[in-house]
């Protein structure tokens, strides 16, 4: 990217506070940015006890299921890159839902074959099998060093004493009024009296705690079997779902090998499937490396991005499902030659078309639910997870006496192949819905690894996840500081629907006539969106920057490891 853009896209459209501390001798200066200020210092709590980044991992993934409702939880799920900073393993920690057993292709459609709306949505029939506490269980056990007890206390304390709800609580649970209503366990909790609580009114979650307390005492068992599986079955059953006792007995995570690429100097280590955003981030990457950018004037520049952005999402809609069920041809899709021919049909200074790109399924709304962290601790161990219960507040339906919000993340399943889910993005037979699947997802958490610099980023808002990373990627590579990163306005091009959309402030008018008369169709949103959480550690100054998203009420903070 060539100065003007990042000077474009880098004036302050909103003021960022972060935190810049040397750190001491050898060791790192820890660093956490998560979307939330009371899970940032949960983490640092941790930390400050003793533990890793891990187990500050655990703390901070609890804290928010507590005080993020709307964005992740135990009833949801989400993947976890970890590295270990003693031997340089690295791991994708797959935490993703899966479809229950009695799950069908079909279950969406009604009797012409068409999608019943809201059904993949709303209520009981929408949710996967959560994958978050198994998650959880197993970071702690295998990379933590603090027993659950303490990783789980300053969430199971919040829960039990609550949470201030702010403004974005507050405007999550307007838009989702209707389906919090429709669950009586849900209204109690999050509506309390049947009304939107004022701001700063406590939110507390007593069912939530004891479920927490259960699992910090049984471990997985403690969410999976017994009490907790019994209500949890009762209440999906009761609410018109498919959960079964085999459902929850069943449900393991999968650790992953990361999806790796190289973007000039920069080493990126990104998610696996069943996300879709490493091989669509490495994709996109790919076909750009070979431009230079910086010699093209900004309406050029995005005109390259977009162009490779649409290529990619068209692969993500052609071929990218849960791997455990579906061939999908990654190694191709990775390789710096595929992404060579892709870039032979870039015109220079022409959009083109998404319809007039190699066929793919016929036929063909965002922001601040699900949600990022990223860690870095004294010794160099490293956490970047995407969480999610995937519409804010999920489906909308509290399994009675257990505290826990369902996701719908099955709305990530392509309910029929060829018809737009809830972000508008299409999908094809791979991303079917079958028994025991994981739906396809976009999150995308990463790190990044130059000469200079090791960045830990990722950030939630759906199908435009993965080029809000590739902006940050791009930005990483030309020394941004992780501010920066996150304050950077946005654009997003996703193959269908065939148009650049642009957050307020993005581009200039200038830009914006220079690309219509390319071709491109641009769609000027009214909000912003996105919510990133950056770390970054610079090798040579020895210094951690940490940032989280001024769009959001989250926190970034560095500090002294005791
Ligand atoms: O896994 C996915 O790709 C989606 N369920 C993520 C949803 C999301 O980021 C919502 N955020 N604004």
């Given at each position: ?5 990042i ?11 972060t ?13 956490i ?27 901070v993934?609890?804290?928010?299921a ?6 992740s ?50 209520g ?11 998650a959880?269980?197993?970071i ?13 206390a300053p ?23 209707q ?7 849900a209204s ?8 939107m ?24 068992a ?42 000039r ?23 750009l ?8 004037n ?9 162009e ?11 071929y ?14 990775l390789d710096k ?27 063909t ?15 160099g ?11 804010p ?9 257990t ?27 791979a ?6 699947k ?36 791009l ?33 200039d ?9 390319m071709?491109?169709k ?23 920057d940490?940032a ?6 989250g926190?970034a ?6």
């Amino acid at each position: 990217m060539s100065m003007a853009i990042i000077k474009r896209l880098l004036v302050g459209a909103f003021l960022v506070c972060t935190a810049v501390v040397a750190a001491a001798g050898e060791r790192m200066t820890p660093g956490i940015a998560t979307a939330h200020p009371l899970a940032t210092a949960a983490g640092m709590e941790i930390l400050d006890q003793g533990g890793n980044a891990f187990d500050a991992a655990v703390a901070v993934s609890a804290v928010l299921a507590v005080v993020e409702p709307y964005s992740s939880g135990l009833g949801g799920g989400g993947f976890w890159l970890l590295h270990r900073a003693s031997d340089g393993f690295q791991t994708m920690v797959d935490g993703r839902e899966k479809a229950p057993l009695a799950a069908t292709a079909d279950m969406y459609l009604d009797e012409n074959g068409e999608v019943i709306p809201g059904l993949s949505i709303d209520g009981a029939l929408a949710a996967g099998i959560p994958g978050e506490p198994a998650a959880l269980v197993h970071i702690a056990k295998h990379y933590g060093k603090l027993p659950l007890k303490a990783t789980l206390a300053p969430a199971i304390h919040l829960a039990e004493t609550g949470f201030p709800a702010d403004d974005i609580y507050l405007k999550m649970a307007g838009f989702r009024e209707q389906a919090i209503k429709a669950s009586a366990a849900a209204s109690e909790i999050f509506l309390p009296g049947g009304k939107m609580p004022r701001l700063g009114a406590l939110i507390t979650q007593p069912d939530l705690a004891q479920t927490l307390r259960l699992i910090a005492e049984k471990g997985r068992a403690g969410f999976y079997e017994g009490e907790t599986a019994r209500k949890l079955i009762a209440a999906v059953t009761q609410a018109g779902g498919i959960w079964q006792d085999k459902d929850l007995r069943e449900y393991a995570i999968v650790e992953r090998q990361p999806v790796r690429g190289t973007y000039r100097g920069t080493r990126i280590t990104t998610a696996a499937l069943p996300s879709s955003g490493g091989i669509v981030l490495v994709e996109i990457l790919n076909q750009l490396e070979a431009y230079d950018l910086s010699a093209m004037n900004e309406a050029g520049q995005l005109h390259h991005i977009v162009e490779a952005m649409r290529r990619a999402y068209r692969d993500r809609a052609e071929y990218l499902g849960d791997s455990d069920f579906v061939e999908v041809p990654q190694t191709m899709l990775l390789d710096k030659r595929y992404a060579a021919g892709l870039r032979q049909s870039i015109h220079p200074d022409k959009a083109t078309p998404s319809a007039m790109l190699a066929p793919t399924v016929r036929e063909t709304s965002q922001g601040r639910h699900t949600t990022h962290f990223s860690i870095i601790d004294s010794e160099g161990n490293r956490v970047a997870a995407t969480l999610s219960i995937n519409y804010p507040f999920g489906s909308g339906f509290v399994a009675a006496g257990t505290g826990v919000l369902l996701n719908d993340e099955m709305d990530d399943f392509a309910a029929r192949p060829g018809t737009p889910n809830v972000y508008g993005l299409v999908s094809a037979r791979a991303n079917a819905i079958e028994p025991g699947k994981r739906m396809l997802s976009s999150m995308t958490p990463t790190f990044l690894e130059n000469k200079q610099r090791i960045g830990i980023i990722g950030t939630p808002g759906g199908s435009r996840i993965i080029t809000m990373v590739l902006l940050a990627t791009l930005a990483f590579d030309q020394d941004a500081s992780a501010a920066e990163i996150v304050a950077m306005p946005r654009f997003h091009h996703q193959y269908l629907p065939d148009a650049i959309q642009l957050e307020p402030g993005s581009i200039d008018a200038t830009t914006k006539k220079e690309l219509e008369a390319m071709g491109h169709k641009l769609q000027q949103m009214e909000n912003s969106y996105g919510n990133m959480q950056v770390v970054i550690f610079d090798r040579s100054s020895q210094k951690t920057d940490a940032a989280s998203d001024p769009r959001g009420i989250g926190k970034a903070v560095v500090g002294a490891e005791k």
